[in-house]
């Protein structure tokens, strides 16, 4: 489901970044690691590869972090 942003503030942006930036920028679901944005695809790809998550490397999007409520209950 997406994320309705008119049920968060004005400065979300902001917060899921603090957010994202506690969790060091993995999934805290599965440990994921997710890239920065504007970060260079190959040079995390090859991270990415390096601790094991190689075989998900050919859907990107697999590798954004996102944050927001499930149940879009801010």
Known sequence: ???DRSRYPENWEE???EVKDRADWECADCGRPCRFPGEDWN???FYAASLGWGD???KPRRF???VAHLDQDP
């Open 15 to 17: 917060i899921a970044l």
């Open 64 to 66: 954004t972090l996102t």
């Open 56 to 58: 998900d490397l050919i």
């Open 1 to 3: 489901m997406p994320m």
């Open 43 to 45: 040079g995390f790809a």
